[in-house]
């Protein structure tokens, strides 16, 4: 790909605004910074995905790392650009890695809830169901410290 950094962050938020997943792919990996602001409003790649309600570019830009809490010029969050919930629902996922402690098998699985509907029973009730425990079972739920999840594009081989 050619052209200068300005000129690809741009083709970014261009190809995120018209919801071309495949080309918000190929200006990653050519190097794009997925938080990079427009000059003169502002606006990241997120936003545009946002306002035109391209559920998968924002999955996928979440993915990649975009900062849902970097502000337009305006102030406006990328959350407060669309009024579709699928949408909405995609920016508050959190994702989070689960064990049960004391087994053989340190391994984590990862599952995803809402942060605006997080809580404690929540928390427990699909833990328990992903990892197959009895929620009577559950003496505490511990956070581990500085925990870092993985994501997907940085997985060689997982680019959809």
């Known amino acids: 790909m050619s052209g200068g950094p300005e000129e690809l962050q741009e083709r970014l ?31 990241t790649c997120l936003h545009w995905a946002c306002k035109r309600s391209h559920a ?8 990649a790392g975009a900062d849902r809490r970097i502000p337009t010029g305006a102030g406006q ?3 407060q650009l669309t009024a579709k919930p ?8 959190l994702v989070l890695k689960v064990r049960v402690q004391n087994l053989r ?5 990862e599952i995803e809830l809402d942060r605006q509907e997080l809580t404690y029973r929540d928390l427990l009730r699909v ?7 009895n929620p009577q079972h559950v003496e505490r739920i511990r956070k581990l410290p500085n925990t870092v999840l ?9 680019l959809y």
């Open 77 to 79: 969050l990328a959350e």
């Open 150 to 158: 993985r994501k997907d594009i940085t997985v060689k081989g997982c």
């Open 56 to 63: 998968p570019v924002v999955a996928l830009l979440l993915d």
């Open 13 to 43: 938020r261009e190809a995120a605004a018209l919801g071309d997943a495949e080309e918000v792919r190929r200006l990653l990996a050519a190097g794009a910074d997925v938080n990079s602001r427009n000059e003169i409003d502002g606006w």
């Open 127 to 133: 833990s328990c169901c992903e990892l197959g425990v």
């Open 105 to 109: 098998d340190d391994d984590f699985i």
């Open 86 to 93: 699928h949408i909405r629902r995609i920016l508050g996922e």
